[in-house]
């Protein structure tokens, strides 16, 4: 395979006529295919619209945990409406535990992503995981065994730790459960050592790229808004961190994140 996929983008959060000029952006670096992820009921309809408008653009549902509601069960109705009956929604995200903002209760956080892990059981649709205490590797102790617990209780089979921060004996114990990994524009930054170590170590039927997008731009675009094009730096840094090239690269993400979404 000869192109690039940005598994984790938030197109919705970028105006239209930006969009637009974002998406074709993409298409001229080479970036086939994008899943656009919604972090609450509202997105989930944007990303869905906007899949709808291009081939090559697909969508989630899910409810992020700095966004939750008031009412659990009738949100993870919604959640499991949206996946079943929506043929662009791809996957159940953005969904997770976030003690670094920590808007909401750890109990209520982990009923929405218990309820939620559910539902990707249920439908067989990928779950995309997001699990946060600090900002960079090491950080993020507290909340890894949190994570743990919330998989195994759930048995959930088919999972990705999106934008990973972890150390590389969490990114082992994730492995072993069978979970995919992936990363951002974050393994470029200078101080993030360990996460090029875990790069280096992950099985190439593992890994999976992604720009996160508007966040957390590579570091040659630090100070600019992130796009899925930019999603080529991280491959880069996959592909010298490996010592591999570019098309393989290339070829075992794309294929893994065809593969894991069914796209």
Known sequence: MNYL???HCHLTFIDKP?????????????IRKMITVACNLEEVGSCVALADEYEFIYATAGIHPTDLGENLEQDLEKVYEYAKNEKKIVAIGE???????DNFSHDLQMAYLLGQLNISNQLKKPAILHCRAGKYAGENSEVFPDMIDAIKKSNLNNGVMHCYSGTLK???EFLDMGLM????GIITYKRNQELRDVVKMMPADRIMIETDSPFLP???HRGEKNEPAFVIEVAETIADVRGISFGDVMKITSENAERFFGI
């Not at 930006?18 to 080479?30: C, S």
């Not at 969904?95 to 903002?101: F, T």
């Not at 990994?181 to 951002?184: E, G, K």
């Open 5 to 7: 996929i940005d598994t």
């Open 18 to 30: 930006t969009r637009e000029a974002v998406i074709e952006r993409a298409m001229k670096a080479n």
């Open 95 to 101: 969904i997770g535990l976030d003690y670094y903002h």
């Open 170 to 172: 969490e990114a082992k």
């Open 181 to 184: 990994i992936s990363f951002t």
């Open 218 to 220: 590579p570091k040659n």
